[in-house]
Antibody, heavy 113, light 112 residues
Framework: QVQLVESGGGVVQPGRSLRLSCAAS????????MYWVRQAPGKGLEWVAV????????YYADAVKGRFTISRDNSKNTLYLQMNSLRAGDTAMYYC??????WGQGTLVTVSS | QSALTQPASVSGSPGQSITISCTGT?????????VSWYQQHPGKAPKLMIY???NRPSGVSNRFSGSKSGNTASLTISGLQAEDEADYYC????????????FGGGTKLTVL
């Protein structure tokens, strides 16, 4: 049974930083590309970033490019999202997702002064 | 990249069948056999219902089926049940070389 547990969300002021983590279990972590997907309150799903299975390739949505960094530690079965220069528009539930389509429960990020 | 186009809402009575469409372009839906469908109940995480256009994960009811024609993918739910009432999202690769995903705007299914 695949389990993905996100953490690190919270309330943060505009311009500040936050680091999200996603601990994975029940799968061979380094077999999967890993994604961050977000959902603003009352809105649809939005792809944020992806990291290839070996960590070598990283791609970002235009809305976060240059501000967010995705990374992974395959020895710890953990995915990360470093979020800098946060804006009100980044307020959302952030989900960790495997390339197969398994989702975590999400961690809520609120950017507000 | 632009989001895939889904109807905002669909409805049906218990026992009926409904179909939700997901329209993209030849650069996403039409270009890859990697369309997925997700079900999301209020306050819950999305759940994979269909992957690779027409494959069901273990444990998903065979009342759910997927298909694709050209740039449009479809999710069909037969024998509607009250528990099927939820939001449904499609997704596709936007680029297989960069592994980017693109999502549809979501469809609210109401079981009357």
């Amino acid at each position: 049974q695949v389990q993905l547990v996100e953490s690190g969300g919270g309330v943060v002021q505009p311009g500040r930083s936050l680091r999200l983590s996603c601990a994975a279990s029940g799968l061979t972590f380094n077999d999967y590309a890993m994604y961050w997907v977000r959902q603003a309150p009352g809105k649809g799903l939005e792809w944020v970033a992806v990291n290839s299975n070996d960590g070598s390739n990283k791609y970002y949505a235009d809305a976060v490019k240059g501000r967010f960094t995705i990374s992974r530690d395959n020895s710890k079965n953990t995915l990360y999202l470093q979020m800098n220069s946060l804006r009100a528009g980044d307020t959302a539930m952030y989900y960790c997702v495997t390339s197969y389509g398994d989702w975590g429960q999400g961690t809520l990020v609120t950017v507000s002064s | 990249q632009s989001a895939l186009t889904q109807p905002a809402s669909v409805s049906g009575s218990p026992g009926q069948s409904i179909t939700i469409s997901c329209t993209g372009t030849s650069s996403d839906v039409g270009g890859y056999n990697y369309v997925s469908w997700y079900q999301q109940h209020p306050g819950k995480a999305p759940k994979l219902m269909i992957y690779d256009v027409n494959n069901r994960p273990s444990g998903v009811s065979n009342r759910f089926s997927g298909s694709k024609s050209g740039n449009t993918a479809s999710l069909t739910i037969s024998g509607l049940q009250a528990e099927d009432e939820a939001d449904y999202y499609c997704s596709s690769y936007a680029s297989s070389s960069t592994l980017e995903w693109v999502f549809g705007g979501g469809t609210k299914l109401t079981v009357l």
